[in-house]
């Protein structure tokens, strides 16, 4: 099955800095990566996704950036803000899986006032 | 209100006991999941549903049950609670891509 790895696990930032989060994944069947926010106490929300025939997708201050060959997505977010801080998830959903998503381990981001 | 809802938000159960944990939604989707979320592991898939009709086991479906009593409502079962059962549970649904949580149900077994 697929595997998505998921770096870093910890990530601090000061306020108005860029933040990068890597994923890679094993399974070439992958063709939907979404991007999922979750706030102290609440439910993962999604934040950004892309799909395989996309190398780039940019929303305000978040990107997210596909290397199919490589097997690898990042998420951008720029000017870094306190309300910024959460853990954020990436995931992986193969065509034959039927909506299936395979997450990774996340990373908790801290944007420092 | 929330579009989805999880009972109990918390609950502390013995090992042995059965404990339902239940899941609605109002968003009107057919699919409905289970996940469980561990520190350091993120989310792995334990059930899910493409239908009232339709269970399928996901990657740690081990030790856990699941019922589809309407397009609605999604619950999950642990017939007899282990220790290492305790962590924090997620019900989300979907009718594309995208998927909805619910805000989670922390069970703790002791």
């Known amino acids: 099955g697929e595997n998505v790895e998921q770096h870093p696990s910890t990530l601090s930032v000061q306020e108005g800095d860029s933040a990068v989060i890597k994923c890679t994944y094993s399974?070439?069947?992958?063709?939907?990566f979404p991007w999922y926010k979750q706030e102290l106490g609440k439910g993962p929300q999604l934040i950004i996704d892309?799909?395989?025939?996309?190398g780039e997708k940019k929303d305000q201050r978040i990107a997210v950036t596909l290397n199919k060959t490589a097997k690898h997505f990042s998420l951008h977010i720029t000017e870094t803000q306190p309300e910024d801080s959460a853990v954020y998830f990436c995931?992986?959903?193969?065509?034959?899986?039927?909506?299936?998503?395979?997450f990774g381990t996340g990373t908790s981001l801290t944007v420092i006032p | 209100d929330a579009d989805v809802t999880q009972t109990p938000r918390n609950r502390i159960t013995k090992t042995g006991k059965r404990i339902m944990l239940e899941c609605s939604q109002t968003?009107?989707?057919?699919?409905m999941y289970w996940y469980r979320q561990d520190p350091g592991l993120g989310l792995q898939l334990i059930y899910y549903?493409?239908?009232?009709?339709?269970?399928n086991k996901g990657e740690i479906s081990d030790g856990y049950s699941v019922s589809r009593q309407a397009q609605a409502k999604f619950s999950l079962s642990l017939e007899s609670a282990i220790p290492n059962q305790t962590a924090l549970y997620f019900c989300?649904?979907?009718?594309?891509?995208?998927?909805?949580f619910g805000p989670g149900t922390r069970l703790t077994v002791l």
């Open positions: 989300a649904t979907s009718a594309g891509n995208e998927q909805f």
């Open positions: 399974d070439s069947a992958s063709n939907y």
């Open positions: 892309i799909r395989s025939n996309v």
């Open positions: 995931a992986a959903s193969p065509t034959n899986t039927g909506n299936q998503f395979y």
């Open positions: 968003k009107g989707h057919d699919r």
């Open positions: 549903s493409f239908d009232v009709k339709d269970i």
